[in-house]
């Protein structure tokens, strides 16, 4: 399996790796911060470059292990490349996705709402909350919540914690352990605000940004119903 680097540092933007295999179009490093398409975040696109040419990084796939599929020349097993990520996007997605853990925190607390589903691109996003319907105001109040945590610049850091602790420790639905396959013994956990009293903590493998202040406002552009027991809420960022 290819080393994910990202889940120990998603601040780094470019990086050396080497070619493992290559299936037609499609690379294996073997480390890689290459975010594959996951949790409802998409994957990241970059670039990666080797003597001898450049391909572009057009999708990134996690079966078996890490799959980069590649526009141009493929690198031959062996290879060393440099990956380069496109940081716009990635940086986009982080943002999206801090975001994300704050609405489902704030519309567990404030609705016993809890999140369903939720997929994010790099201009808007949408979560699923359990819930029977937001009314304008609910909505309003949701946006203001959110605007204090972004003022707030909150920090955001994560850690690893062993899964038989964290059951016993940890409030398992707010952290959504309980919805992790039994076969994850170790979980990495993220936590949102003081370290000693943490506004929010999930198990979570994506990508984050280092404080809440980098969402820079939060707009809450609307909500559908997804059916009689769920709330589609949309929002986007400043
Ligand atoms: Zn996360």
Redesign the pocket.
Known sequence: MTEQLYLADSSVRSFEATVERTLNDRVVLDRSHFYPTG?GQPHDTGTLAFDGGEAAVTDVAKTDTVYHTVDGPTPEAGTTVRGELDWERRSAHMRY??A??LLSAVLLDEFDAETVGNQLYADRARLDASYPKFSETDLADVEARLNELVDDDLPVRHYTMERERAEAELDTQRTRIDLLPDSIAELRI?EVGDPDDPFDR?A?????VAATGELDGVEVTGRTTQGSETERVTFTLG
Do not use: I, L, P
């Open positions: 949790g996705h801090t994300q853990h993220v999930t979570c493998a994506g990508t984050h």
